[in-house]
């Protein structure tokens, strides 16, 4: 069987059965796991399939499904970790101002800043502000806005408009969703909104991402890549997922 024809069968057997993982193509076409990845990548380039964490969804399979926030707490917990605890090597020296994305790792991320860095702290996420309220070298400042009860954060209008006065050194933000064809993206258009005043309002941007929502696409996209300087994931990260959005100009930095 030809390459073309093998990628054909492949988009039909995605299709067939909604999502199949890189092993079960390689399986079925006898062919080796990075063979099937190399397809996969030239598939998802001609909007036939997307790629998600371990193998392919049809084209059309978008998530919209938003896990709640203790749901997200619970899940990966040791990779994010991790990753939370590389990131404290990239925070900016003392004095300076970070924005907090509301999430699972960036609460890890805020529970992880030493107590004797002096840090100006905006954040839309209440249980963000409750962790750092007690540390006296922080400067803390809890933007307004309407808090949705699915994620304890601030969203909306007044949210994004309190953000859109702000000049800051460094924003740390979450996703749902980290591909190289769709950027960084969440199931809610509000949060989207909001997400995106923070990368407008950073001179520097990093994603905390754990490596099961790399690959995967969300419905609202928030920023491209080339909007955000440095990926900060784990080392399950797929080796052609880390190869191909480190050609879009971020550093991967693997926890």
């Not at 529970?111 to 954040?123: G, N, S």
């Amino acid at each position: 069987m030809y390459a073309e024809e093998r990628q054909q069968a492949v988009v039909q057997q995605v299709v067939a059965q909604g999502r199949m993982s890189v092993a079960e193509i390689a399986a079925l076409f006898a062919v080796t796991t990075e063979t099937v990845r190399r397809d996969l990548t030239a598939l998802e380039a001609l909007g036939l399939v997307r790629r998600v964490h371990g193998g392919a969804v049809p084209a059309s399979a978008l998530t919209t499904l938003e896990p709640a926030l203790g749901e997200r707490d619970a899940a990966n917990v040791e990779a994010k970790g991790r990753i939370a605890r590389a990131a404290l090597e990239l925070l900016p020296p003392a004095g300076a101002s970070i924005l907090l994305d509301a999430g699972s790792t960036t609460a890890r991320l805020a529970d992880a800043i030493p107590a004797t860095h002096r840090l100006v702290v905006f954040t839309h996420s209440v249980s963000i502000a409750a962790r750092l309220a007690g540390n006296d070298r922080i400067e803390l400042h809890l933007l307004p806005g309407r808090v949705r009860p699915h994620t304890h954060a601030a969203v909306g209008a007044t949210t994004v408009a309190a953000v859109g006065v702000l000049r800051v050194d460094m924003a740390f933000m979450g996703a749902n969703g980290v591909s190289v064809g769709h950027g960084f993206s969440t199931p809610d258009s509000e949060e989207a909104a909001t997400k995106r005043a923070f990368v407008l309002a950073a001179d520097r941007v990093v994603g905390l991402v754990d490596a099961t929502k790399v690959g995967v696409d969300s419905s609202v996209r928030f920023a491209a890549l080339d909007e955000v300087d440095v990926l900060v994931t784990d080392a399950s990260i797929q080796r052609d997922d880390r190869a191909a959005i480190a050609g879009a100009d971020i550093e991967v930095v693997v926890a």
